[in-house]
């Protein structure tokens, strides 16, 4: 039965609209998904965004599919071979008067070895001659590779860590699933946002809003070892800014990342949070403050201490020391792709007495509800564990999934750890490979209470950045794309500016990093990765606190 509520709900409830859109390890859709463009007439806002999809296939369907699939790949000559299908929806809501959007994807993928050697197919018909005819086309890409391989006297085999086999079915958080709720609720939400206004500036915010959107996922996981587990996930956002846009230069705008606010595993119950209305005042006091700033141009090329918030930090670190902790890049299958490590071979980086990292920086791994990343199984079967991968500066682990962690194995056995995949394989969608990803990584906060200001207060030349992206280049230096960046004069913010900064990564987090906030400036960011050849892009979530680095090369960036 569809869901429904009264726009009082959302007013006194604190319900408000998620600001932009991220797809949460979805990935884009698979050729020939496009989206539905639903009509905004009256009787269709009176209807929910499933109304308008086709009547999805039940999980049983996906799971007898998944079976005869496995069985095929055996009676292949499969020595071993997996499965991941199952469907994917996705709803879209921006403010009227622009259409919504909603998808169905469906499809699988089957990985079959032989030898040691992957062979992998998808499709997308469900039915069973279909799903057989995929199964035995994985294995025959296997047995050529093999026979390839034996006629160049090559070696490579592909060795798994040991997983065991699992049975089972998992509900992730939705208590009020969001393709049942009318898209007349979603407009009261929207409309809720849209009468936000800062306390202090009541009169000078010209603009508040977004696009409400979750993504939902049955996905079925198999294995020819006997494995067999069902997922039923659904990933959201609540509004996660405030942003500030005045009359003078609707767009001249600064955007400030909100506590608390960050993608979670959730249904439409998150806009129930009493406390998101609180959470986008403060963020608009702070936007309209910071706005209302002169804006100057920088033209001093040099080296300054800079200030990166949360969100910032988190994409430095996202797309620096993240990647370089990626087993599939470790083992150099990303080397013609998305790129290779720095931090090899991993027994000797392991064993290093020197930290690699400033001792200030320790961060873990945690894909536990209600992070976005949120699964009971990854997508190799593997139950998810949390883990430290860098320790005070040192790096203690690495992501690694059945096929990456054997890397660390005379490594493990010397220390009495067992040879295991941490659970951090993802398959962007149910017909793509599984890749390793790092989950969802956590950088601890100073046990000190520090602001993001506080971290500045001693500067007499530097810079703070809000909102910044980070971008990675394949010689390991890296260059920030985006962000506010406010000018520091003896401790005061004087004025807004745009840089660039340039450094090579393993200086930026090592003795050019001083200090870290505290866990009040800690901020989630989605930070978009791009695995294979084909370059598939994945969303992973990164959380960490604001951080202050001295001695920053910085240039000047056009507006």
């Given amino acids: 039965m569809p869901h429904s509520f009264s726009r009082r709900q959302f007013l006194t409830a604190g319900a408000s609209a998620l600001a932009g859109v991220h797809q949460l390890g979805v990935g884009t859709p698979i050729a020939g998904a496009l989206p539905v463009i639903i009509p ?47 469907m994917q929806r996705g709803i879209q809501v921006p403010p009227l008067p622009y259409s919504p ?82 898209l007349d609720d979603y407009y009261r939400v929207i409309e809720a946002l849209a009468q936000t206004r800062s306390p202090i500036y009541r009169n000078k915010l010209v603009a508040a809003g977004g696009k409400l959107s979750w993504q939902g996922e049955t996905r079925i996981f198999a294995s020819s070892d006997g494995s067999l587990v069902t997922q ?42 009493p406390r998101i209305i609180e959470y986008l005042e403060t963020g608009l006091d702070e936007a309209v403050r910071l706005r ?105 682990d690495y992501h690694t999934t059945r096929a990456t962690a054997p890397l660390l194995g005379d490594w493990s056995r010397r220390h009495g750890r067992p040879v295991r995949a941490h659970g951090v394989a993802v398959a962007v969608r149910p017909v793509s490979l599984p890749v390793c990803t790092g989950g969802h990584v956590h950088v601890a906060p100073a046990s000190a209470s520090t602001s993001v200001y506080e971290l500045a207060r001693d500067m007499q030349h530097g810079f703070i950045v809000r909102g910044g992206d980070f971008g990675t280049v394949p010689s390991l230096t890296i ?15 004087v004025a807004r500016t745009h840089i660039a900064v340039q450094m090579p990564t393993k200086a930026l987090l090592n003795d050019k990093l001083v200090a870290l906030g505290g866990s009040d400036t800690v901020r989630m960011k989605m930070v978009e990765l791009w695995k294979g050849v084909h370059r598939e892009g994945i969303v992973q979530p990164v ?17």
Wanted: glycine residues 8%; negative net charge.
């Fill in 543 to 559: 959380t960490a606190p604001a951080a202050l680095c001295k001695d920053v090369d910085i240039v000047s960036r056009a507006f």
């Fill in 479 to 493: 260059a920030m794309l985006s962000g506010t960046a406010l000018e520091v004069r003896n401790g005061n913010i």
């Fill in 40 to 86: 905004t007439t009256r009787a269709a806002r009176r209807r929910p965004p499933g109304a308008f999809l086709p009547e999805p296939p039940s999980p049983e369907l996906f799971r007898r599919l998944a079976l005869i699939a496995m069985d095929a790949a055996k009676a292949a000559g499969a020595e071993f071979a997996d499965i991941r299908i199952g």
């Fill in 101 to 182: 959007l909603a998808s169905l994807e469906i499809g699988y993928g089957i990985r079959a070895r032989v030898a040691g050697l992957w062979g992998f197919q998808y499709g997308n018909v469900l039915s069973a001659e279909a799903i057989v005819a995929t199964a035995q086309s994985a294995v025959a890409g296997a047995h050529r590779y093999s026979a390839t391989n034996r006629r160049l006297a090559r070696t490579q085999e592909v060795v798994l860590a040991p997983a065991p086999v699992i049975t089972g079915e998992w509900h992730g958080p939705n208590a009020v699933d969001p393709f049942t709720v009318p």
């Fill in 232 to 273: 039923h996930l659904m990933r959201g956002e609540a509004p996660g800014h405030g942003v500030a846009r005045l009359p003078d230069d609707i767009r001249d705008f600064v955007e400030i990342d909100l506590p608390n606010l960050g993608p979670v595993s959730a249904g439409f119950e998150l806009m129930m949070n």
């Fill in 292 to 396: 209302e700033l002169p804006v100057r141009p920088f033209l001093d090329v040099g080296r300054y201490p800079v200030v990166f918030d949360g969100p910032t930090f988190a994409s430095l670190i996202g797309r620096t020391a993240n990647l370089a902790l990626d087993g599939d890049r470790v083992a150099g299958t990303e080397s013609d792709a998305s790129g290779d490590s720095f931090l090899v071979p991993p027994d000797e980086i392991l064993n290093a007495t020197t930290p690699q990292f400033s001792p200030l920086l320790t961060a873990r791994v945690d894909r536990a509800v209600p992070s976005p990343a949120a699964v009971q199984w990854d997508d190799e079967g593997v139950t998810p564990e949390p883990y430290t991968i860098v320790d005070r500066g040192r790096v203690v």
